[in-house]
T-cell receptor
Framework: SQQGEEDPQALSIQEGENATMNCSYK?????LQWYRQNSGRGLVHLIL?????REKHSGRLRVTLDTSKKSSSLLITASRAADTASYFC??????????FGKGTRLHILP | GAGVSQSPRYKVAKRGQDVALRCDPI?????LFWYQQALGQGPEFLTY????????KSGLPSDRFFAERPEGSVSTLKIQRTQQEDSAVYLC??????????????FGPGTRLTVL
């Protein structure tokens, strides 16, 4: 079962542009995480935002969380070729497991 | 230091064969997780260990799937009588915490299993 759903499923942008991905979820959460997966480095944790936080930054990443709309967004600014990857949101389940969405495939064009 | 390692990286099995997938977590990490990732999907939880204790195996899809971590470090995921629907990437992750959802999980490269 998957709680989070990323949108869009796939995104292609020019290098240097900003990329925005969205995640919607169904039930209340304590925290939400974003992960990146590419063939080179596997699945890597990017950032965690707690339910009482609205925005969080890490380098070129900006994550927002709107618990009233049950949605989160991940913004990558000044995209680079190395940002080409699949991005997953993951929410905590009632039993403290994390549940991943299906992911957004991001392709940075040179 | 070394990250999470998994072996083999690729495994091809004939339907009905048994397979064993190995995970070496980061040294000292208490918690270990197994996930199954089908093509085009996100990882799905299979099972969780805290040291040698298997605290949650609710995600194992059938009794053909079995996982162990006898000494609280290396873990093995065994699949008996493999079926074509078992074809997927099997990911292992470890964390230094007690398994809470807020603990950062460090993932291995995965084992891609193909059942013919």
């Amino acid at each position: 079962s998957q709680q989070g759903e990323e949108d869009p499923q796939a995104l292609s942008i020019q290098e240097g542009e900003n990329a925005t991905m969205n995640c919607s979820y169904k039930t209340s959460i304590n925290n939400l995480q974003w992960y990146r997966q590419n063939s080179g480095r596997g699945l890597v944790h990017l950032i965690l935002i707690r339910s009482n936080e609205r925005e969080k930054h890490s380098g070129r990443l900006r994550v927002t969380l709107d618990t009233s709309k049950k949605s989160s967004s991940l913004l990558i600014t000044a995209s680079r070729a190395a940002d080409t990857a699949s991005y997953f949101c993951a929410t905590d389940a009632r039993d403290d497991k994390i549940i991943f969405g299906k992911g957004t495939r991001l392709h940075i064009l040179p | 230091g070394a990250g999470v390692s998994q072996s083999p990286r690729y495994k091809v099995a004939k339907r009905g064969q048994d397979v064993a997938l190995r995970c070496d977590p980061i040294s000292g990490h208490v918690s270990l997780f197994w996930y199954q990732q089908a093509l085009g999907q996100g990882p799905e939880f299979l099972t969780y260990f805290q040291n040698e204790a298997q605290l949650d195996k609710s995600g194992l899809p059938s009794d053909r799937f079995f996982a162990e971590r006898p000494e609280g470090s290396v873990s093995t995921l065994k699949i008996q009588r493999t079926q074509q629907e078992d074809s997927a990437v099997y990911l292992c992750a470890s964390s230094g915490g007690s398994g809470a959802s807020t603990d950062t999980q460090y993932f291995g490269p995965g084992t891609r299993l193909t059942v013919l």
